[in-house]
């Protein structure tokens, strides 16, 4: 089974709005086993969206169209779906049921607006929308299957992981497909792949690599298919493990993993705590822990100390400290890390100071200087960086090769 | 000019990476006036490249392939588009060039892997890349124009706004379009299209207005075409004038403004400083403020107190009050505020205390709940709110309504 998604909205043209409902679904698809071949944005026109769907039938076996059914004038995927089909709206009464209740929950009458989302093709199956009031549409023609959803991800998201997905699995048989991904920190994309040449010209051809490359963390994902499932992944899992060989110090999580849950796990396996204290990663840090579920069994808290006084005053830096070396420099950083840690006694600590960016850039200490350091027991380390010019890169990749500074000490 | 753009990549079709090049790409054509009819993505495979391009010169005048000019074996552009022109690749010194000097910089030789990225389709000319080794590509064929260009956005990037826009800008005259959005929070997309109904009934046929859902803020975006920009950019200004007037609760900013930048320049224009003390937003609140450049002018700093040890211990939460309360509670939401604006001395201070799930939650105090609070001079506000249930969504939303609520009484 062959997929194709169309995504609709003006917003997705005109640079306002990304297509992550796209990405997310071709996701979930592929982890059901079904390839998608193309993903397509289009503009509101309901004739821009039947022409897609026309194309869109002739290659693949499954369409899926989201956005364009809110209650708004620009949106006009049913009027797409009526053109494509010929065929008219109807108002039905189960979608209309819903949409009361929910306005019910609220405790507000239905308005026009959102009645106008009960009128639905004539012809076509409705997929209930348990968090909104856009139905969802199903129908098949010349032996292809036709599926349209709404365009909110809160709505969109549960529709597909609950109704597609399940009825989906039905149709497929016999056709998988397995992937590993192993995460690596430190090493750019062009060197990974002159160090790992070897084994990557070993890799059979059954299975296929990619480099996923995102701001200082390459993902070099495995896909594997053939007859037997188990042998496939037998196999995957010896080239992991070599590969693991290759490059063991670049190597730090799996498939899911993020540098914030591996750390998380290192922690809770060991039963320790941490607290940070951030300068110029302003808050990255803490918020990269928190967004790890349970975060609280090991995080303990974080100081921002955006302000000298604050490193003063909060985190005992000395005063000659920063006068004599900058605030920027080893001798600051290592003394947050002590603070934060004896202020908040934890196992480990961090502490980020560095110059972020676009300004306050000096020939000494130019935009993109990091000092990061850990302390643990009574020891503590750092070590300087030289990122880029961008503010948001350099926020982003501090806070992340300073939890991977951590990660380090931690296994220690 | 109807532009038309082609994303390869595996990696965007099985959900792994999302099409962020696609839509940023988009946004700077619109804003030179150029319309995206289409984004498609497609696989590595040269011939999905060659076939899309196919399609893509059928119905467009510009088409702009990223990706898969890198390095790695999966990089295929280079071949799809010798396969499309009918010709062979062949070493280009200057790229060649190029790249010597780039690993030069770096204090390298150039690898072999590196080398082939010198290898460039007879027919096309060359842009070159400052931030990497893949070459940008250009070549006319029907008197259609293609551009091929690296996918890594720090060097896709400052090729488009560098080379390619200053480019096309040639091609286009008397082409323009006006944009104005007007930013909304605190009110649901289709409750804010009931207010406004009257006032979007009474747009002329050449402005044309869309709705753009983000999580707790909607985006109204006006577009205005014809002959004369200076009298579009005066409706559309006289049409926001009315706009603002009609729901002057929910608009907090325009065009690229967000909820922090708008809270720093109000911070700013009044010279005040703020000061922020987070429990279950972790540390968001604070990156959110020091996104911005040049936040230092205002933000002094924030405690992330996760551990209730932490509230008492730094922020001078009283210990009764957390046993009588609860940690989640308007009481302690408030001492919050209060301990981090006098232990920071700062003009303001936010603080919020809430569960962001997906674990903690009772049915007295539920996944979603969050307190928040604001103080300034001897004075603090709290206000209860409850999100959904998903951790990610509460911490952002949490966040943004916290700066809302901060915004208010800046200008109260």
């Given at each position: 089974m062959i997929a194709e998604i169309i995504s609709v909205g003006d917003e997705l043209l005109t640079g306002q709005v990304i297509n992550s409902n796209g990405t997310w679904l071709a996701g979930e698809l592929h982890k059901a086993g079904i390839d998608t071949r193309k993903i397509t944005v289009v503009s509101d026109k309901a004739g821009e969206i039947t022409g897609a769907m026309l194309e869109a039938e002739s290659k693949s076996d499954l369409v899926i169209v989201t956005g364009g059914l809110g209650p708004t004038n620009d949106d006009n995927t049913r009027q797409a779906i009526c053109d494509f089909l010929n065929t008219c709206l109807v108002e039905n009464t189960c979608v209309l049921d819903n949409i009361r209740l929910l306005f019910e929950k609220r405790g507000m009458e239905v308005t026009e607006?959102?009645?106008?989302?009960?009128?639905?093709?004539?012809?076509?199956?409705?997929?209930?929308?348990?968090?909104?009031?856009?139905?969802?549409?199903?129908?098949?023609?010349?032996?292809?299957?036709?599926?349209?959803?709404?365009?909110?991800?809160?709505?969109?998201?549960?529709?597909?992981?609950?109704?597609?997905?399940?009825?989906?699995?039905?149709?497929?048989?016999?056709?998988?497909?397995?992937?590993?991904?192993?995460?690596?920190?430190?090493?750019?994309?062009?060197?990974?792949?002159?160090?790992?040449?070897?084994?990557?010209?070993?890799?059979?051809?059954?299975?296929?690599?990619?480099?996923?490359?995102?701001?200082?963390?390459?993902?070099?994902?495995?896909?594997?298919?053939g007859k037997d499932q188990k042998h496939v992944k037998k196999d995957i899992d010896k080239l992991v493990k070599k590969l693991k060989m290759v490059i063991p110090d670049y190597v730090f999580g799996e498939d899911n993993d993020t540098m914030q849950s591996v750390v998380?796990?290192?922690?809770?396996?060991?039963?320790?705590?941490?607290?940070?204290?951030?300068?110029?990663?302003?808050?990255?840090?803490?918020?990269?822990?928190?967004?790890?579920?349970?975060?609280?069994?090991?995080?303990?808290?974080?100081?921002?100390?955006?302000?000298?006084?604050?490193?003063?005053?909060?985190?005992?830096?000395?005063?000659?400290?920063?006068?004599?070396?900058?605030?920027?420099?080893?001798?600051?950083?290592?003394?947050?890390?002590?603070?934060?840690?004896?202020?908040?006694?934890?196992?480990?600590?961090?502490?980020?100071?560095?110059?972020?960016?676009?300004?306050?850039?000096?020939?000494?200490?130019?935009?993109?200087?990091?000092?990061?350091?850990?302390?643990?027991?009574?020891?503590?380390?750092?070590?300087?960086?030289?990122?880029?010019?961008?503010?948001?890169?350099n926020i982003l990749i501090g806070s992340i090769t300073a939890l991977n500074m951590l990660r380090k000490e931690i296994m220690d």
């Open positions: 607006t959102n009645r106008k989302q009960a009128l639905i093709p004539k012809s076509c199956r409705v997929i209930q929308n348990q968090y909104g009031t856009a139905p969802g549409l199903m129908f098949e023609r010349n032996n292809k299957l036709f599926f349209a959803l709404p365009g909110v991800p809160f709505e969109f998201k549960p529709m597909v992981t609950n109704e597609i997905i399940p009825l989906l699995k039905k149709h497929i048989k016999n056709n998988f497909i397995v992937h590993k991904t192993i995460l690596t920190h430190g090493i750019g994309e062009s060197f990974l792949a002159d160090k790992i040449s070897d084994w990557e010209g070993e890799l059979p051809s059954n299975i296929k690599l990619s480099y996923l490359s995102s701001p200082c963390i390459v993902r070099l994902r495995l896909s594997g298919k998380g796990e290192l922690l809770k396996k060991r039963e320790a705590s941490v607290s940070v204290a951030e300068s110029c990663t302003g808050g990255m840090i803490s918020h990269l822990i928190t967004s790890v579920g349970g975060a609280s069994q090991y995080y303990t808290g974080g100081i921002i100390a955006y302000d000298n006084d604050i490193k003063i005053n909060c985190l005992k830096v000395d005063r000659s400290l920063i006068k004599k070396h900058g605030a920027v420099s080893k001798h600051v950083a290592e003394s947050m890390a002590i603070g934060v840690k004896k202020y908040m006694q934890t196992d480990y600590a961090i502490a980020t100071t560095g110059i972020a960016g676009p300004e306050g850039g000096t020939p000494d200490k130019p935009v993109g200087l990091v000092w990061i350091a850990v302390a643990k027991n009574d020891n503590v380390v750092s070590k300087k960086y030289i990122f880029g010019n961008n503010r948001e890169r």
